[in-house]
């Protein structure tokens, strides 16, 4: 594997900066590369460092880590839907995914944690017919006098799981919107961030309060405590016919495109901590940005 520096000319620098949002630039795009680690690569998750990514198949179905500073990558898994949100643990940087396996047609999930460095696994859940979410409720870190705080959804709902006790919150009447995704924790473990389908991607308190709407941002991830990042996609009854990468501010009053309109880039990931933020293109190609405050 390399990674290629892609040298943006002047035209086309100065088309992605007007293309940024006249409401106000955000970050400063430093420069861009194309991960090439496979011809159809998606779904990519980034380290709190920014220094590994996992990525998986079109349909989720396996698991891979690259090393981006060495380029060695590793097979987590083969299994059917082991791509589908895995996770990297904050404290410990160990990888949390799922696996699967059919019995008599019949299909069981379990939760699985990856040690990168030792390649030990562990059981977290055990093979299940109704696994709710790729994160645990707790997943028994064994670090003590720190409050495990998980958010996910369930389609339903936003579920608060404190060391293992869930509240559920439903942030909006049934009447108004058709369900809840891309659910998760700011970075300071303050506020929640999710995509009401029928309303867009909003911030609530822990009480499901709604502090901001963010517009019809899709896939949202935290960049840091004031920014998210997800896709502003279009698309007709069939298939996507646009998306582009977007910098939003945690009020909603400042958006930027970091992407240009042709290149259908996709499911954003960012380690705000190290200014990177990366993407998959709809043809499989994965990209990784590099980007500063302005």
């Known amino acids: 594997m390399r990674i290629r520096n892609l040298r943006i000319g002047s035209l086309a620098l100065i088309s992605l900066m007007m293309a940024t949002n006249l409401s106000g630039q955000l970050v400063k795009v430093l420069h861009k590369e194309k991960i090439d680690i496979e011809k159809r690569a998606f779904y990519p998750v980034l380290n709190d460092k920014g220094d590994l990514l996992l990525f998986t198949g079109a349909n989720y179905n396996g698991l891979k880590l690259v090393d981006l500073s060495t380029g060695k990558i590793t097979q987590i898994s083969e299994s059917e839907g082991a791509g589908f949100e895995p996770v990297f643990e904050v404290n410990t940087g160990n990888i949390i995914h799922r696996e699967t396996r059919f019995v008599e047609r019949r299909k069981y999930q379990s939760v699985q944690r990856y040690n990168p460095s030792s390649r030990q696994r562990t059981e977290l859940v055990p093979s299940t017919r109704n696994l709710k979410a ?26 608060i799981s404190n060391n293992g006790v869930e509240k559920l919150i439903k942030p909006f ?44 941002i899709q896939a949202p991830r935290w960049y840091t405590d004031s920014l998210v990042v ?17 910098l939003v501010s945690a009020d909603g009053k400042t958006k930027q495109y970091l992407t240009g309109e042709g290149e259908m880039a996709m499911y954003p990931t960012a380690s705000g901590q190290a200014g990177k933020i990366a993407y998959n293109t709809y043809n499989g190609d994965i990209h990784l940005l590099t980007v500063k405050p302005e």
Not at 135 to 151: A, C, D, F, Q, Y
Not at 187 to 206: N, Q, S, V
């Open 134 to 159: 790729t994160l645990p409720s707790t997943t028994r870190s064994g670090i003590k006098n720190v409050p495990e705080i998980r958010v996910y959804s369930n389609a339903q709902s936003v579920i």
């Open 173 to 216: 009447p049934e009447s108004e919107v058709s369900g809840y995704i891309w659910a998760s924790l700011s970075p300071d473990k303050k506020r929640i961030l999710f995509y009401a389908t029928g309303k867009g991607t909003c911030i609530a308190d822990f009480n499901g309060k709604v502090i901001s709407f963010l517009g019809n």
């Open 230 to 246: 997800g896709m502003d996609a279009r698309n007709n009854e069939y298939n996507y016919t646009s998306s582009r990468i977007q």
